[in-house]
């Protein structure tokens, strides 16, 4: 191996630009190890040990001890700690929290007579209770803990990990009755109501067929929202980025988030969001999104970003999440900062509404909580609201989960829960500043449950009173919950009548105003702006993109890529047949394998300023142990990742995450991810392309579509790796026809870069090293999906040599001759054209593919050689099939024959 060193480095050291040159002469010598190990604590972070591994290890922690004093006076009363811990954890089941109807049911841990205490004695709770004056009866004491755990906010908290979160709860929750607000705050929390109140009743009288999905009923949100941005900010973060679905969405952006009114009464109008000029599809009045500064605490401020989301509700939280991480390296805190006293969270939080039904019948949310604590997803712990209006669109609460709350997926992860009664604002004023404060001191995610109910139906055309009579009868009765608040501060002196109609004056006022506007408001696009700035979008025309690399370059960061420290223990199997068969490959120049070629790529991209996040199951090793771009020293399981060690100054990252078994969650996040940085490349590895499958919620909605719903670029790029080699219906076929079928791809005219995402199956290592490159040298991003070989990852007629990378050297789509069709969409009908004029005499053109004549190409193809190409194709490959392929060993292999026979029996 040294020797192959030797002389891989003298070329390189002489031929390479002097960046490189002086950036990484410290090549091979370097006893620096990265590691980027997987524990499962949620305050992992990256670190600089005294042997140079980078890594992540738990952040280190004052004990936490109990007092001996306490320690003692349990032990004293521990028939009375017991039932104490009873109300602490079964006290939310007695709580007032139904403002629609009583759901209290009798407690049978909650009777003292269960633990020895009886009635007229006296016992002394003032080191077990807070707020506890001294010894008082047992009737008093019930009566204490009644007032603090079954009110109008409960808590569920008795199943958090360890006891200093459980005793800090406890303390902050015991708290809460004692906390008052200020007269200041309470009006302030009137007229945020009145405000929303006003904007829906507004839209009722301007709007009365669109569907808003008010606010009204759960008008208490906006307190929530408002003490918690004031709560972040007083604790100096800097961001909160909002996944949120439909209900109360519009008063949020409209009121707190400043949204243009105007924008949205034009969408209402029938007229588009976006200014002339910019292509575009547009999207429902109640996916739209907003980033703004807000003044929310004296001298403090706080960037607040709504994510645009789709109708599949819940699907927005894992991009948000991926968002929020890629923000915080960004901003270089958290697990990204140099300060090694840093947390993450400390600067970026993310905040996820959801509505009751869906928060516990959406899968996506089991599998983004189970991403909560994972290295490379953990982003210092989310808040949590759920919007819970009791009924699932017609479907009564009770029947939209199997389990008490709606939010008791969370117990799951161990999350505090806290229920507030949504008709008491000051109670969820005081449950959001529960909320953040848990989150801040612990960084872990914490939910809200805002129990509260909804004037209308799942809409505001709906009648909700055919499926939910009963409940209706209720709501019809009530006045709201913003002119009930408004007239006890009247009552108090606090506001005047006058107060409160100028708050709803001014706010319709307001509004009039921005109706106003409707016919002569140009809307502004902001989807090129920060980091984004410099880039444009899609020509309509195909481009070219010289993606190769200077040979000698590319010998020096292959090497990089292998290079180990001398006392790392590698696999003796992988020394030979990785390490060492990488480096004579690359001294000869050819026979370049798939993974030589994508460690190519990766430490070239790497070299000039872009940072790589590879996301997927074992995407370490590759799922055909094809990869070993980390390797685990096999003494002491160490991690060691070659292309974070190309140079002592190296600024930039390659970042391997080996994933959950999760698809949906976990795509979604990385689509997050891509959303925030375009100068990251950001790829997500199915481990086989089949699984897929699992994501198609957010392939559907977000990747495809992004781009023409909100003007969102994204440049993740998705691996499936596809090949029909005897492996069965779920281990063989990505489904190129679906991707196919959902790309915007002409028949009937030539493509352009402009198409909603490129669909490519290359067949040689350069093809994907180009293929890599360009998706971040171009000066726009669109995501790539790549039909990835399976045999042709070892096999050695689909290799490459460096000539083949060399500068001047780029993607091609079809690659003559052998006639392989590189690209499929955009679809390359100038190369094809130029193929086929080189076979003047050809009568028959043959089509021919491994999956079954109702998958694969052969639907996309046909129109567009016949109508573009002016060529007619017979078909060859496997016929029509229901599953993906056939699981009989046998008969793969006859279909297999029957494929080259028909291929070549032209």
């Known amino acids: 191996m040294n020797r192959l060193l030797s002389r891989l480095r003298i070329p390189v050291v002489r031929r390479a630009n002097p960046d490189i040159r002086n950036s990484l002469s410290a090549c091979y010598t370097r006893p620096a190890i990265t590691a980027i190990t997987s524990i499962t604590n949620s305050s992992a972070r990256e670190y600089h040990s005294q042997k140079g591994v980078f890594g992540y290890k738990p952040l280190e922690k004052e004990e936490f001890i109990l007092p001996d004093e306490v ?8 028939n009375l700690f017991r039932f104490i811990s009873a109300y602490r954890e079964y006290g939310h089941i007695q709580a007032d929290l139904n403002p629609l109807k009583s759901n209290a049911s009798e407690v049978p841990e909650l009777d003292p007579r269960l633990y020895g205490l009886k009635a007229g004695c006296t016992y002394d709770a003032q080191s077990l209770v807070s707020g506890c004056k001294g010894p008082c009866a047992l009737e008093e004491l019930e009566g204490i803990l009644r007032e603090k755990y079954c ?19 406890a303390t902050a929750f015991e708290s809460l009755p004692d906390e008052r607000l200020g007269n200041d705050e309470r009006v302030r929390l009137a007229t945020g109501m009145l405000q929303s109140q006003a904007f829906d009743q507004f839209l009722a009288t301007k709007f009365q067929s669109v569907k808003r999905y008010g606010a009204e009923g759960a008008e208490t949100m906006t307190g929530f929202f408002s003490e918690t941005f004031r709560q972040l900010a007083e604790d100096d973060v800097e961001q909160c980025i909002i996944a949120m679905a439909h209900r109360g969405r519009l008063n949020l952006l409209t009121g707190t988030l400043q949204f243009p009114p105007v924008v949205m009464f034009q969408k209402m109008k029938g007229l588009s969001e976006f200014p002339a000029g910019i292509t575009n599809s547009g999207d429902v009045l109640s996916h739209f999104a907003n980033s703004v500064d807000l003044e929310v605490a004296e001298n403090k401020s706080l960037h607040v970003s709504m994510m645009p989301n789709p109708s599949h509700l819940e ?18 805190e958290g697990h990204f900062s140099s300060d090694p006293s840093a947390r993450p969270g400390d600067k970026v939080v993310c905040l996820q509404v959801h509505g009751d039904a869906a928060l516990s019948g959406q899968g996506v949310m089991q599998e983004t909580l189970a991403l909560s604590n994972v290295p490379h997803f953990d982003i210092g712990g989310a808040l949590h609201v759920s919007i819970n209006n009791q009924v699932g669109y017609t479907t009564p609460g009770e029947r939209t989960r199997s389990t008490r709350y709606c939010t008791d997926i969370a117990k799951m992860c161990s999350m505090p829960v806290i229920h507030v009664n949504g008709d008491d604002p000051e109670a969820v004023v005081k449950a959001a500043r529960l909320a953040v404060q848990y989150q801040r001191k612990f960084r872990r995610d914490v939910f809200v449950d805002l129990v509260c109910w909804r004037r209308w139906g799942h809409n505001e055309l709906d009648n909700p009173r055919f499926t939910n009579p009963s409940m209706y009868r209720t709501i019809d009765a009530r006045r709201s919950v913003p002119d009930s608040y408004a007239d006890a501060l009247v009552t108090e002196g606090l506001m005047t009548r006058e107060d409160v109609m100028k708050i709803v004056s001014e706010r319709m006022s307001f509004l009039a105003e921005e109706h106003k506007k409707v016919d002569s408001h140009v809307p502004k696009a902001a989807h090129l702006e920060r980091q984004w700035s410099g880039l444009v979008q899609a020509p309509s025309s195909v481009e070219v993109w010289d993606t190769g690399v200077d040979v000698a370059n590319l010998k020096y960061l292959g090497a990089k890529s292998v290079a180990l420290p001398e006392d790392f223990n590698v696999h003796p199997h992988l020394r030979k047949t990785h390490v060492e068969a990488r480096l004579k490959k690359l001294t000869e120049g050819t026979g370049l394998d798939w993974a030589t070629a994508e460690a190519l790529a990766f430490a070239s991209l790497l070299n000039q300023g872009h940072n790589i996040r590879i996301s997927g199951q074992d995407v370490g090793r590759g799922t055909f142990s094809q990869r070993h771009c980390m390797f685990i020293d096999q003494v002491e399981d160490a991690m060691h990742i070659p292309l974070n060690h190309m140079s002592e100054d190296q600024t930039t990252h390659l970042e391997v995450v080996n994933s959950i078994l999760s698809e949906e969650a976990v795509l979604g996040f990385e689509y997050g991810v891509s959303l925030e940085s375009p100068k990251t490349l950001c790829i997500w590895e199915a481990q086989f392309g089949d699984f897929y499958n699992g994501a198609q919620i957010m392939i559907d909605t977000f990747v495809s579509s992004g781009e023409a719903k909100w003007l969102t670029q994204s440049g993740l790029t998705m691996i499936l790796p596809h090949g029909y080699d005897g492996a069965g219906p779920e281990h063989s076929s990505c489904h190129i026809e679906r991707f196919l079928q959902n790309c915007d791809s002409k028949e009937n005219q030539p493509d352009g870069e402009d198409v909603n995402w490129g669909i490519v199956n290359p067949t040689t290592p350069a093809q994907y090293f180009h293929l890599l490159r360009r998706q971040q040298l171009r000066n726009f991003r669109k995501p790539l999906i790549v039909a990835g070989p399976k045999i042709l990852l070892r096999l050695p007629a689909a290799t490459s040599s460096l000539e083949d990378m060399a500068p001047g050297t780029h993607f091609m789509p079809v690659i003559g001759e052998s006639y392989a069709a590189g690209a499929l ?23 021919s593919q491994e999956e079954h004549r109702n998958m694969g190409a052969w639907f996309f193809v046909r129109p567009r050689f016949e109508n573009l190409c002016s060529t007619k194709l017979q078909y060859a490959g496997r016929e029509v099939l229901g599953a993906a392929a056939v699981g009989i060993g046998n008969l793969h292999k006859r279909e297999s024959q029957s494929v080259l026979e028909q291929t070549f029996a032209s």
């Open 315 to 332: 699907a927005v939280n894992p991009v948000a999440c991926g968002k929020t991480r890629a923000r915080q390296r960004s901003l270089g």
């Open 825 to 847: 969409c955009p679809f390359p009908t100038r190369e094809i054209n130029e193929e086929l004029a080189k076979y003047k005499k050809a009568k028959v053109f043959v089509w």
């Open 71 to 78: 320690i003692a006076k349990r032990s004293e009363q521990s």
């Open 151 to 169: 009110g109008k906010i409960a808590a569920e908290f008795a199943f958090l990990p360890t006891l200093e979160e459980r005793e800090w709860f």
